[in-house]
C-alpha cells in the first residue's frame, strides 16, 4: 500500500533508534529515522528535527504497511511529503512573495521556520528586523506564528530564503505616531562613548545623551526631544529605567499580503543610506 497524498497525524513518541511513531487513525504508525526529516539520512539533518515532532502533528504519506505483533501497522515517511511541499513551493512561490511560517527554533544567527508541512527555512538574524538585536529571541518566540517574505529561492539546493524586516514598516511608518515633546518606553540597543541607541519599535530607534543607568536589552523611558526625518534620526531624553517585559512583544505589520519588488528604508529626500532590498524577479 503506497499513496501519495500527504496526511497528518501526532507524533506520540521518538524510539531509542529515533524512529517516530505516530497516530493514524485506530493504527500506530512508524516513520523511520531516515524518513522522518529532510536531510537525515545526508547527514545535513541534526537529529534534533526528530525529537522535537513528539507531541506535536507531523505530514507524512503511506510508504507500506506491515504487521507488527500481530496488528497492521503503517510504514510512513515525512520526508517524502516535506520534498513533495517543498517541490511545490519552488515552483509557486516568487522572490519578495508574502508568506506565512511558524516559529520552530531560535540560535543566536537566526530563527528557523516551518514554512509548510515541516519544509525548514531561516531567516537570519539581520533580516529579522532594522533595529539589532543580540539574539532572535527578543522577537520571537518558539511556536509562534509570523509572517516572512521569500528572499530567495535556490532550486538546486532545494532551499528557500526569508527575510522579515521590511514587513515591519519603513522609518517613516514607524516615525509617524511619535511627536516631540513625547514621553515613551523603549529599549536599550547599543551603548557607545557618543551615546545611548534606544529602540522605539523593532525597526525604529533614537539616540540618547550617555547615562550611566542604562544597560544593553535595559527598558527606559524616554522625552523625545526632535524628529528630523532628512537625516532619519531621533533625539531621546532617558527619563527613567523601566521594568523588564517577559515574552516578546506582539509585531505590528505594515506589510501582510501581496509580493515586494523593492523595499526602501529611508524617508524619500534623506541624505542618509538606509536598509534597502530589492526583490529577484
Given at each position: ?61 503511506v ?15 515525512r520526508?517524502?511529503a ?6 511545490y ?18 540560535e ?26 543580540p ?6 518566540r ?21 527575510t ?74 532617558a ?34 543610506v ?8
Open positions: 500500500m503506497e499513496s501519495e497524498a500527504v496526511l497528518e497525524g501526532t507524533a506520540l513518541l521518538c524510539t531509542p533508534e529515533h524512529d517516530l511513531v505516530v497516530a493514524v487513525g485506530p493504527y500506530r504508525g512508524l516513520i523511520p529515522r531516515t524518513e522522518a526529516a529532510l536531510g537525515i539520512a545526508e547527514g545535513v539533518t541534526r537529529d534534533i528535527a526528530i525529537l522535537s515532532r513528539v507531541g506535536k502533528p507531523v505530514c507524512f504519506t510508504t507500506s504497511m506491515e504487521e507488527s505483533d500481530g496488528e497492521p501497522r503503517p510504514l510512513l515517511s520526508r517524502r516535506q520534498q513533495k511541499a517543498l517541490s513551493l519552488l515552483e509557486h512561490w516568487k522572490s519578495g512573495q508574502v508568506i506565512s511560517a511558524r516559529v520552530t527554533h531560535l543566536p544567527f537566526g530563527a528557523f521556520v516551518d514554512i509548510g508541512c515541516g519544509v525548514p527555512s531561516l531567516i537570519g538574524v539581520e533580516n529579522i528586523s532594522v533595529s539589532r538585536i539574539h532572535p529571541a527578543v522577537r520571537f518558539v511556536g509562534q506564528d509570523i509572517l516572512a517574505a521569500v528572499l530567495d529561492l535556490d532550486p538546486a539546493l532545494g532551499r528557500i530564503y526569508l522579515h524586516k521590511e514587513l515591519l514598516g519603513t522609518w517613516a511608518e514607524n516615525a509617524a505616531p511619535f511627536q516631540p515633546g513625547m514621553t515613551v518606553p523603549g529599549v536599550v540597543r547599543g551603548v557607545k562613548d557618543y551615546g545611548v541607541f534606544v529602540e522605539l519599535t523593532p525597526n525604529l530607534s533614537g539616540l540618547a545623551e550617555q547615562d550611566c543607568r542604562l544597560t544593553e536589552g535595559a527598558r527606559v523611558s524616554v522625552y523625545i526631544k526632535a524628529i528630523l526625518p532628512e537625516r532619519m534620526k531621533i533625539k531621546l531624553l527619563i527613567e529605567p523601566l521594568p523588564p517585559l517577559g515574552d516578546p512583544q506582539p509585531l505590528h505589520y505594515f506589510i501582510r499580503e501581496g509580493r515586494l519588488d523593492h523595499w526602501k528604508y529611508a524617508p524619500p529626500g534623506c541624505v542618509k538606509g536598509a534597502e532590498t530589492i526583490f529577484a524577479d
